[in-house]
């Protein structure tokens, strides 16, 4: 749960942005709380920046309206809204060092210079750059660019910071490593964060809520824990992670639960809880299930719930986990099923005949 | 063996290119010859050293009527041009709007129009209304195909320049006056020094369009001009050419020290071609 | 607000800053050019104009020999012109980018110091380099590789071939190097990778893709020199007379504004349509032409 109150920071209602006959965004509904960590996911060209650019105030929604703090935004450039963004170029300044970066926009309210100093210095150790003042822009490496960036967002003390991409440019050692720290640093100062992003596994990490984008609008927003397990339709569940696709036909709804026909696996019950309120059981075709879901059952291990034959095709080894492709005996395509490579558990060839176990818990309905 | 043969063609290349830079050189030269040689002929064989022709040219009155006639001229079209230029650039770079292009194209047209069609539309339209040639003339028509070498400067600064920067200074407060005047100005600071010098320069040396559009003031090319018919007043036009030249390579030289500077300065590696191409 | 004229704020803008200088255009050479068309059409009544519309002048351009001689002399000679400065310029521009490594800028700078001294001057130094009892003739003397001086090398067609050649070689050797350094040098390997020898390599891959720059300098010699007077006059003899001299002398001594009017007009359809016809060949040989 998003932590800090619930209260709603950010408003957005209807927002529509149009150029010429193409949708950037088409008719966005969603309410952003104080304090959270929230992610927009989606590939490019899904409209997710266009919606951050609006938020900002650097463009205007064609039609609809954003509040920011109860305020309509309608009208307010983006140098009067209490927002502010670290860009994916971090957009640091060339011709000033390090502290006139971050001191840029305190210049414009009425503060001594002493009084600025302070301030930046006190943004500067918060993102682990104490000292580092004096430096030309063009002396800093890519992380230290997007700390600075980050601190003259924060040194403003606005109500949102806008993330776009932020590390993106990194490579992935440093990404990883910032990803923590920006997640720690959003936690222990509580500010809102909207963070644009196209890569699901740092959505995952760093947000506490999610809103998976495509096309101009948001598919899914949910927690990252519901997004992963519960994704709502096939193109968020692919999105997200990996997800095997299965057949499937509907036979039955009742008290217990919906009762569906799985080609390769057989017949299963899912509890009504597990069901999606929206989803017209009538019309469900596929079921999906997450790799770790499935598991390939030794001789002497612990009965599944619920197992099929099937063979291994092929086998990619990742060090601490396989992969395998398994063909299930009772046809479809393919599976893939991950496997924790532990102490006495040796790679399977290709070819190896096994059974692989799962539960009915584990099973998501698509239409 | 093709790695002999190859630097063999790079030699015959390197011959060609120092022997095209004395072609390229060959009247450069000979000008601070002539204008040092005690001689009234210019011609081979050289006399002797003199510095009288500089004294001759200090003591022309008519030289100095051109030169601030001149001077005049140069200065106001490097500041419109780079005014008009400036502002073109920037919205070339920074807008989308319909019409951009055949409006931008119509604008740099003088870049590739014969000078003397210039020079003789703009003279068409005024002896027809009856306005008197001036000063003013010339610099409208220098003006004119300034603008575009200004352009084709400053369009470099304006295509590098990163909108978020100013989006960020927007975004942290900012007016947009006070954007300009923080981020955006300084930043293409040095394109707007070497556009006035360059233009600056185009214009104290352009002759077809001052010889069609100046009254009774002449600029300098003018005056040289009505100078080299005759032979007397030549050695003291060399003396006059030695000392433009030695000033324009200063002016050149500064524009792109100005360049490379603020480059450097932003830690940017300065393009070799400079703004120019 | 939005939908007036369907435009948003940021064309708006756009439209604004560029408005004083499309304006200045407008003004300053839109309606001059206008002008001088419809003047092209009028006639010169010793003092006054007549305006009644007529193609008179246009007749008389056309069809007087000695106009049509000077248009043609002034293409042909133009013509000659690019063709040997961009030829010139070729090995020049193509040395910079492929064989120095170092001090490139230095280069460059050399290359357009001469540029910047005195056009005039430049061009009458020419003709003291040139003349009967010129540099080039006094040193050829001197060395005894000839007996008496040259003197098919000035008041004629080669010396403005020559001079006007000096004159435009930064606007050729520029574009050319500016195409060649956006090659990307992995192309190159690649050719020679595939089987090319150096010579194929240049004609199949380092040509095409300099083609943009080539065309470029085509064009931006061409225009201009065919509407040149001072190197004819200072360089040209009689016989190098172009059209540009004769626009000038309509404009001045003949006070034939009208007939001047019309020979601008007619040299710039002309070389308008050359141009095009360049460009359009490029285009067809090099591919994509900026």
């Not at chain 1, 299963?268 to 499935?294: C, K, S, Y």
């Not at chain 2, 919205?91 to 870049?111: D, N, Q, S, T, W």
């Not at chain 2, 947009?176 to 360059?198: A, Y």
Request: with cysteine; proline share 5%; net charge positive.
């Amino acid at each position: 749960m998003a932590p800090g109150t619930n209260k709603g920071i950010i408003q957005l209602s209807d927002v529509t942005r149009t150029f010429g006959a193409f949708y950037a965004l088409r008719k966005i509904n969603a309410e952003i709380r104080e304090g959270e960590f929230f992610s927009l996911l989606g590939p490019s060209g899904c409209g997710k920046t266009t919606l951050l650019r609006l938020i900002a105030g650097f463009d205007e929604p064609t039609s609809g309206a954003i509040s920011i703090g109860g305020r309509p935004m309608a009208g307010i450039a983006a140098n009067k809204r209490p927002t502010n963004m670290v860009f994916q170029s971090y957009a640091i300044f060339p011709h000033l060092n390090v502290a006139e970066n971050v001191g840029y926009g305190l210049t414009t309210r009425k503060l001594s210079k002493a009084e600025i100093a302070a301030e930046v210095e006190k943004a500067l150790a918060m993102v682990d750059l104490q000292g580092f003042g004096g430096r030309a822009a063009h002396e800093l490496s890519g992380g230290q660019r997007q700390r600075v960036a980050l601190a003259r967002a924060l040194v403003m003390r606005p109500k949102v910071v806008l993330l776009d991409e932020p590390l993106s440019a990194l490579d992935k050692k440093l990404r990883d490593q910032m990803q923590v720290e920006l997640r720690a640093l959003q936690q222990s100062i509580g500010i809102t964060f909207i963070l644009v992003t196209h890569d699901q596994e740092e959505a995952l990490i760093m947000s506490d809520r999610i809103a998976v984008m495509f096309e101009g609008e948001i598919a899914q927003m949910a927690s990252p824990e519901q997004l992963y397990r519960r994704p709502r339709t096939k193109r968020v569940a692919s999105f997200i992670g990996v997800m095997n696709f299965l057949p499937a036909t509907f036979v039955a709804q009742g008290d217990d639960g919906v009762t569906v026909d799985i080609t390769a696996l057989g017949r299963v019950t899912i509890r009504p809880g597990m069901v999606p309120e929206v989803l017209n059981p009538a019309t469900i075709d596929t079921i999906g299930i997450r790799p770790e879901m499935l598991t390939i059952l030794s001789n002497d291990a612990e009965p599944a719930e619920r197992s099929a034959r099937g063979s291994v095709t092929g086998t990619s080894y990742y060090g601490d986990m396989t992969y395998y492709t398994v063909q299930l005996a009772g046809g479809g395509d393919p599976v893939t099923i991950s496997m924790r490579n532990t102490a006495g558990r040796s790679v399977l060839p290709s070819g190896s005949p096994v059974t692989v176990g799962w539960g009915a818990e584990s099973v998501v309905l698509f239409e | 063996m093709r790695g002999s043969g190859r630097r063999g063609a790079a030699k015959w290349l390197s011959v060609y290119a120092v022997t095209y830079m004395v072609f390229l050189y060959a009247p450069v030269i000979l000008l601070p010859l002539f204008a040092f040689n005690d001689a009234t002929v210019v011609a081979f064989p050289l006399s002797h050293f003199t510095t009288k022709w500089f004294v001759v040219l200090w003591q022309t009155e008519a030289l100095h009527g051109a030169v601030r006639n001149s001077l005049m001229v140069a200065l106001s079209t490097a500041v419109f041009s780079t005014v008009l230029g400036a502002s073109a650039a920037r919205a070339a770079a920074r807008y989308r709007f319909p019409g951009k292009a055949p409006v931008m194209g119509f604008i740099m047209l003088p870049l590739v129009l014969p000078e003397i069609i210039v020079a003789v539309a703009l003279l068409v339209p005024i002896m027809q209304m009856g306005l008197s040639l001036s000063l003013w003339t010339v610099i409208a028509g220098h003006v004119l195909i300034c603008t575009p070498f200004s352009i084709a400067i400053l369009s470099s600064a304006f295509q590098g320049f990163d909108t978020s920067l100013e989006e960020a200074s927007l975004d942290l407060g900012e007016t947009r006056l006070g954007t300009f005047r923080r981020v955006i100005l300084p930043l293409v600071m040095p394109g707007i020094v070497s556009s006035l010098l360059i233009c600056f320069t185009i214009s104290l040396d352009e002759f077809i369009i001052a010889f069609f559009l100046t009254g009774t003031d002449v600029t300098l090319p003018v005056y040289i001009w009505s100078q080299l018919r005759f032979p007397t007043k030549l050695p003291s036009i060399m003396a006059l050419g030695t000392i433009l030249l030695a000033l324009s390579v200063v002016l050149l030289v500064l524009a792109e020290w100005f360049r490379r500077r603020a480059a450097r300065r932003q830690g940017i590696e300065a393009s070799v071609t400079g703004g120019l191409v | 607000m939005r939908m007036r004229l369907g435009l948003d704020r940021e064309a708006r803008r756009g439209l604004l800053l560029l408005s004083p200088t499309a304006g200045y255009a407008l003004l300053m050479l839109a309606a001059p050019l206008v002008m001088v068309v419809t003047f092209s059409f009028w006639t010169q009544d010793y003092l006054d104009i007549d305006t009644t519309l007529t193609l008179n002048n246009y007749r008389e351009a056309w069809s007087e020999p000695i106009y049509r001689v000077l248009m043609f002399r002034s293409l042909r000679i133009s013509l000659i012109v690019t063709l040997a400065t961009v030829l010139l310029a070729f090995p020049v521009a193509y040395f910079l980018s492929f064989h120095v490594t170092q001090r490139k800028a230095l280069w460059l700078f050399l290359i357009t110091v001469p540029f910047w001294t005195s056009y005039l001057i430049r061009v009458f130094l020419w003709k003291v380099i040139l003349g009967f009892n010129g540099v080039l003739n006094t040193a050829l003397l001197e060395v005894g590789f000839i007996e008496k001086p040259l003197t098919f090398i000035l008041y004629n067609a080669n010396a403005v071939v020559l001079t006007l050649a000096h004159a435009w070689a930064p606007f050729a050797i520029l574009p050319i190097f500016v195409a060649l350094e956006k090659i990307d040098r992995s192309l190159l390997e690649a050719a020679e990778d595939l089987g090319d020898g150096p010579l194929r390599r240049f004609v199949r891959v380092t040509l095409p893709l300099a083609m943009p720059g080539v065309i470029a300098a085509t064009l931006i010699v061409l225009i201009p020199t065919v509407g040149d007077f001072i190197t004819p006059r200072l360089v040209g003899g009689t016989e190098g007379l172009m059209i540009a001299n004769m626009i000038q002398v309509q404009f001045g001594k003949a006070n034939n504004a009208p007939l001047g009017a019309a020979l601008a007009v007619s040299s710039m359809v002309i070389v308008a349509a050359v141009s095009l016809v360049i460009y359009l060949a490029g285009k067809k040989l090099g591919g994509k032409v900026e």
